[in-house]
Each structure stands twice: as structure tokens, then as C-alpha cells.
């Protein structure tokens, strides 16, 4: 392990359109820079970046969108391939960028994502920073309100070190990943990266299923979840803070009437049946009277498929236990699933499907197709 010592000068406050242009014109001369950001999750209905974190060797910024009204200066530096941006569990922070900033992004480096191709035990920032530089972060803010202003100063210091032993960390996880031969894997999956998917992907609560509801109940739910989506969003906050799901989905399974069968409910008990109760029970009334929303199937894949998903997730769990990594290393679920529904005969049929991916296609391709024959 080899100590570093903690930052001896203060990060630079970047809040002004022309301190903005010249961290831009700063960040461009650096072949690799460090970046996080913070956002108000678990503070506010629809989350926004309040947040930016840049290091270089030389120095860490803190950018305050919240003062800017535009961040395009930015948009290049992103956008630059020629500029590597270093990141701890990139997915969350280019998803937050792409979203509120509009940025595109080439040439990434995850150091999240090298530690668990490397097959690291714990992955965290925090974990890997103490194993190799003797460093312990602050976790105190994690789920700090970083929308208000000001800023505490323990709060300006957790965020810069969030970026500033990030340069050190990616040129250690480099080197071992070459080491391993694995760095072109690690490239393909930082690639990948570079292209975010819309967090608003994922259906509501009402819509997924496993609830063990009646059409009617269902539509109760529905009824439940846009109240609680209304009331989030006219108190600013997000909804689980409103009323969780267990607790619309128990009060969708037991359609309480009054007050009384209300406070029955899990999760409904004082201040919530006070400030929510009327409104719930409102809830439940409209879904009743609704016509019950029809229970939506999928289809589900052949005898066949399902044996030929289980054959790869069997060489799958067998080839990440021999390299000492986590499965979906050797082959992302999402590949999995699609090769399992094709099921591909020869090689140039399994090219397309692993397009995105082609060192494992090189490394894997013929093992894939020899788990589907069995």
C-alpha cells in the first residue's frame, strides 16, 4: 500500500459563466481528468445535479449548476475523446448528465467497473481508496441535501474527495487489469457506458406485477400510486417519502373503507393516517368504481429457450467462478437473454448479438455456442 497524503489547498468554487469557460479551457489541456457528481435524490419529486466534481493533477473544482444557467462550456470536454473522464460507478452520473445537461460522452474510465472485472471483494470508492492508499472518505453525506446553499465546508471537502485520488486510483487498476490481459474487456464495458439509458425505463409500481392482485386490486393500485405521485410532487419530495410501496400494495390487498380498518393497514399508523388517510381512502374509493384494468401476460419463452438460458447461465456462473469475477463480467444478463431467445448455430449468427461486446465474442464465442448445443 502506498500512503498519499490528503489535498493541502482548497478546491476551486466554479459558479460564474466566466469561471465555468476557464475550467472548460483547463480541463481540455489535461490527458485525463476526475469527475462525480451529487445530486438531491432523496430530497426533492424530480431529482436534478446539483453538483459537478472535477480533478485534475493539479487541482479539484467544484461546479454549482444551481448558480449556472448553462453548463455548455462543459458539453466538449465530455464529448472529447481525446480527454479520458474518470469515474467511480459512472451509470448514475452520465445518466444525471445526459438528463439535465443534454451531455454526450467518449472515452470513459470506471474504476467501479475495473475492480469488479479485476474481482476486488469490495468495489466501493471508499473500500478501494483505504486498501491501496490508506485513504478513509467521510460517508456521513451520502445522503445529504445537495440542493441546499450554502454548502458546508465538511460537505465542500467529502465531495472534492470524491474525484481527487481518482487519477492515482485509475493508473493502479490499469496497470493490473494489462496485467491480467483484461484491460480490453474493461474497454468494451466503458464504452458501453458512454451510451446512457433513460432512468424512466422501468414501468410503475401498478405495472410490475408479482403482487398477487385481482384486476380490481389493480386498478386500486393504479388509483394509490398517482396519489401518492400528485402529493410528491405538490410537496417537493420524492415519493417513497409519501408512502412506500409495501404499504400501497398492502392497502391495495386489504381495501380498507374508513379510518379504522385504515390504521389495520401496515404502514398506516398516526401522522400517515392523519395527513394521507382522507386521500388514500378517496384513492381506493375511484379504483373501485373504475373499471378493473385487465391483467396484462407475457408471453412466456418455449421449454426450449428456458433450457438453453439455463445451459449459459450454467457456463456463465462456471467460466466467472474460473477467472474469479462476478457473472455478469463474462456476459452481461441482457446479451444472455437475447442469445438464449435466438439461439444461434454458428458464429456469424452470434456476431450480431454480441456487436457491442466483441472481446467476448473473440474469448467466448465458440464456448456460447458449445452451452447451447448441450
Not at 449556472?68 to 462543459?74: H, I, M, R
Not at 487519477?167 to 490481459?181: F, G, M, V, W, Y
Not at 442469445?339 to 456476431?351: C, G, H, K, V, Y
Request: hydrophobic content about 40%; glycine content about 6%; some cysteine.
Amino acid at each position: 500500500m502506498k500512503a498519499l497524503p490528503l489535498p493541502d489547498r482548497p478546491p476551486i468554487w466554479v459558479d460564474s459563466p466566466a469561471a465555468l469557460r476557464d475550467l472548460a479551457a483547463e480541463l481540455h489541456r489535461h490527458a485525463r481528468i476526475g469527475v462525480d457528481t451529487e445530486a438531491n435524490s432523496l430530497h426533492a419529486y424530480r431529482e436534478q445535479v446539483c453538483l459537478l466534481q472535477f480533478s485534475t493533477p493539479d487541482d479539484d473544482y467544484l461546479v454549482d449548476p444551481l448558480a449556472l444557467s448553462d453548463l455548455a462550456p462543459l458539453a466538449p470536454v465530455f464529448a472529447d475523446p481525446g480527454v479520458e473522464k474518470i469515474f467511480h460507478a459512472a451509470e448514475y452520473d452520465i445518466l444525471g448528465l445526459a438528463r439535465d445537461f443534454g451531455f454526450t460522452f467518449a472515452n470513459l474510465f470506471d474504476t467501479m467497473v475495473s475492480a469488479r472485472i479485476l474481482g476486488y471483494e469490495k468495489v466501493g470508492l471508499g473500500a478501494l481508496l483505504e486498501q491501496h492508499f490508506g485513504i478513509r472518505l467521510e460517508k456521513r453525506f451520502q445522503k445529504a441535501n445537495w440542493g441546499q446553499r450554502p454548502l458546508s465546508p465538511d460537505m465542500l471537502d467529502y465531495a472534492r474527495l470524491d474525484t481527487h485520488f481518482l487519477l492515482p486510483l485509475r493508473d493502479l487498476l490499469s496497470r493490473q487489469l494489462e496485467a491480467k490481459n483484461l484491460l480490453p474487456l474493461a474497454q468494451e464495458d466503458f464504452a458501453r457506458l458512454t451510451h446512457p439509458i433513460a432512468a424512466n425505463g422501468r414501468p410503475p409500481l401498478w405495472q410490475r406485477g408479482g403482487h398477487h392482485l385481482t384486476p380490481q386490486q389493480t386498478t386500486v393500485l393504479e388509483a394509490l400510486w398517482r396519489y401518492r405521485e400528485a402529493e410528491a410532487e405538490r410537496r417537493n419530495v420524492p415519493p417513497f417519502k409519501v408512502l412506500d410501496d409495501r404499504t400501497l400494495v398492502a392497502l391495495a390487498q386489504r381495501l380498507p373503507r374508513n379510518s379504522g380498518e385504515l390504521r389495520q393497514v401496515p404502514g398506516m399508523r398516526g401522522a400517515r393516517v392523519r395527513q394521507h388517510g382522507q386521500g388514500v381512502l378517496a384513492a381506493i374509493r375511484r379504483g373501485l368504481q373504475a373499471e378493473p384494468r385487465p391483467r396484462e401476460r407475457r408471453p412466456r419463452p418455449s421449454d426450449e429457450a428456458l433450457a438453453r438460458l439455463e445451459s449459459l447461465r450454467r457456463w456463465r456462473q462456471n467460466t466467472a467462478k474460473s477467472l474469479g469475477v462476478p457473472s455478469d463480467v463474462v456476459l452481461p444478463k441482457p446479451h444472455l437473454q437475447a442469445i438464449a431467445e435466438a439461439n444461434p448455430r454458428t458464429l456469424d449468427e452470434l456476431r450480431p448479438l454480441m456487436a457491442d461486446i466483441p472481446w467476448r465474442f473473440e474469448h467466448f464465442g465458440r464456448a456460447i455456442l458449445d452451452a447451447l448445443r448441450a
